[in-house]
């Protein structure tokens, strides 16, 4: 099968799951013998056109911005459209695959002008993202979301929370939403380097890590997890906070650090690069997701493929991926107390979290592939093709 | 229907600051380049901003190693960085 | 190259004396012993000295080294003063040498001396063709010329005031330009950095860019401040990216030293500060004129008289001033003065009503709260709003009473005809019985402007009636005036013809009664 993926994220430009995902997906789904053109934005640095592992990756000029955000989306579906429409004039695609909301326009007019089929994919919602639709802008997203979803074949979640959020928010048939999970690359995780000498870089011996990695954003909620840390200190001295990422919250998460009394309990490692952040999951002791909202949560699937007992909220997809007491340990969301309740039931219990972490690799081996995920996919994008 | 829950709502409020409120409007005029770099003029002109914050912003912005500046023809010029352009995208998901 | 100009505002008021009394003078005939009692010259000698000491010297030091240093190596600095005529006298009695320091500074071309109102005052708000405003303005040009040799040809209005009857009347007195408050309200979206064109005349105008101003004249020691510690290297990165041609800085000379203290690293950042633009490839040291002679106008500036703009607290209109009653019934009350002190003539009583016309006295009457109240505070003399306002009044009834006194004696009693009389005497003007126009004047010169100016059909109704001749017998009590209304009322004119006749009446009188006193100040 010939597949156009649409996505405005891949890597090396990485936002939040759906480089990771469309990187994965598209990967799988050329080692299975399919065509894949992904089309995706320009970044500094980046070739326009590169072939990454069998993907063919069109990346696409902005020719013209503009300061708005809204604007600046619809004009570079503009420019999508124009390279898609392109592409197609050569060889035609069997199928149109989109990721979110960013490229709807662009996904929706190549599904008329080719008469494609298009499969849709939700990652996350407006209503869920903001907490309820406020201003003008909010309305048009979801605007655009529920249209996307109109307009295509077969919609596609992450989750069974994102799978009740868009059917009954967008109120959409049941039978036209499928839930394909995100998958994690177990391979990366089999690496051979100096562990010690690589924690070194966050802690001294003795210390041990607890890790955030995310976006520095308020649904991410690593602000419940600063508080926390004073708690958990009190029973594990030993303990250093690592976060990992970068946002647009870090400069008021670091006077909240500061104000902890603890700064040098806590370190910033600001954007790390993939290999690092793998080194960084390996050497952790517990991986923490403090999320208020996570349709899906990757980061918690990564840390149980790197073999770290796992401490998430629960809330939405994440609780879907980890389960109390057989993979993982899940607190109260937006609760420092229980946060740290959570991370001193592992850091104080090394047999219970010996058996956590190996339920929870056998679990991702067995359900989180991206060779399994690509396949429930092409089964997707058989059915529209029909 | 169904109820989506609202934990940690006051952060949800917060406003974004205004440095990187600025970032992403550079950004999204694909102000990311040497080659595309703007003046302080042109950037008021072209983002209607307080033009007087323009200049203290963009001095946030350079220390913090978001912006790049360099010099055109007498001139000086901005653009973002490729930190720039990744504390950007962590607005999104 | 941008332009970068910094003016630098010099003024002292006369404070007033806090223990004032009339009852001590209850018998003193010579009205300048009383007149010196105002002030308290204690106390303004005082500061005056101790302002030098920790500001206007160092700091004109300071220009001077840093003007000549820089002159050797062929680069340029230059800036401009805004010196009051308050402050020239004062500094004429207690710190003469202040005096030849700026004279030095004026010869050596380092310095440009802006125009200004003598006596600091708020003359320009008020009064037929701004005849007092334009008066101070010209005491305080040839204050400027007898001194330093040279006219100011910019003006800058106390404390920034302006609207278009002040940009009028600066326009006629031949000023090039005006600097005031670029402020959000009166730019509407446009930059402050341009040079912009008074609505209605030819005048230019510079604006003050407030936030670069305030950042040193307010922020600089606020150790809450997000930017602080504010080092001259940040400060002039901003300049440089702040967007457009010409940057005014426009700051109390106080700042340095007084406001900030030398500890706070003041005069270190200003010395940096100067090098650094001098040595700036994208900025020169500009004086107001400089600019104005280089840039082109990029827009008009249109501020109605009821919209008037300053610099001061947030609200930047007149509200420091004339914010509360207090301040209004003084502001009010001393204008009133101004037919009786030019009747009488003598220049002591302009003097000393002039002095008493200086916006600080009012300034200290503010009851704002919050950060603007503070400000207030910060320069009050007094306890509190409320001790300004009595020590004020304490001092102001003294006078009025003296003034009449002195007019009686010196045979200009109908002088007193020229005064308002309480609102409650008022005369209102009606278009027919009991149709009220909310027109009500209080004086014989409210008076003639309101029959300049009314529906002819008033006119005739009260003529008729014989009510000006009436309000003019009764109320105002002169009997000469009031006959010759009746007389002309009882012409039977009508129309404008009636109109016209009131109005010569009303002139010739009013002329009669002031013409014997000529002002002093031409």
Redesign the interface.
Known sequence: MRIDMLSWEFPPRIVGGIARHCYGLARSLVKMGHEVRMITLEFPGSPDFEYVDGVAVHRVRIELGHPDFLTWVLLFNHFMEKYAARLNAGTRSDVIHAHDWLVSAASISMKHFLGKPLVFTVHSTEVGRSRGLKGANSYTIDGLEWWSTFEASRVIVTSESMRREVVEHFRLPPGKVHKIPNGVDVEKFNLEFDRESFRSRYVSSGERIVLFVGRLTPQKGVEYLIKALPMILQSHPEVKLVIVGDGWMSDDLKRLARSTGRPEKIYFTGFLPEQDLIKTLLSADVLVVPSVYEPFGIVALEGMAAGIPVVASNVDGLSEVVHHGRNGVLTYPADPKSIAWGVDRILSDRDYAKRLVENAKREVFRKYSWDAIARETIKVYEEVCM | MHVIMTYGKDSFDRKLPEDFSLLCMLSNLGVTSRETAL???E??ERI?LQ??????L??KLIDKGLVASIEVE?I?KFYVTLDGVRRVLTLYS | MKDFCMILEFHQPYRLNRNFNSLYYAGEEDFRKVFDAYFDDGLNELIFRGVTRRCYLPLSELILEQAERLRREGKEFRLAYSLSGLFIEQCKRWEPKLIELIGELVDLGYVELLGQTYYHSLSGLYGPERIEFKRQVEMHSSLMDGLFGLKPEVFENTECLYNMSIARAIDDMGFEGIVTEGADRILK?R???YVYRAKGCGLKVLLR?Y??SDDIGFRFSSRSWC?WPLTSE?YV????????ESIVVFIDSETFGEHHSRESGIFDFLKALIRKIAES??LVWSTPSEILEKRDERGVIDVDDFSTVSWADLERDTSAWLGNGMQLTVYESIKSLGPLVRSLGDETFYTVWRRLQSSDHLYYMSTKSGGPGEVHGYFNPYGSPYEAFTVYLRVLADFEVRLKVRLEETGRREARYLFPVPSDKAFTFYREFARSMNLRVRSLHDLLSALRSVDIKSIEFHSERGDFGRWVRQVIGDMELAEVLDEASSLGLVGEKLRRKLIEALEARIAEVEGGGSPIFK
């Open positions: 003046s302080s003029e950037i008021a209607h033009t007087d914050s323009i200049a203290r963009i001095t007498n000086e | 979206g930059s402050p950095n860019n936030r670069l930017e940040k990165r901003w300049i440089e990216w702040t967007p457009g490839r994208y």
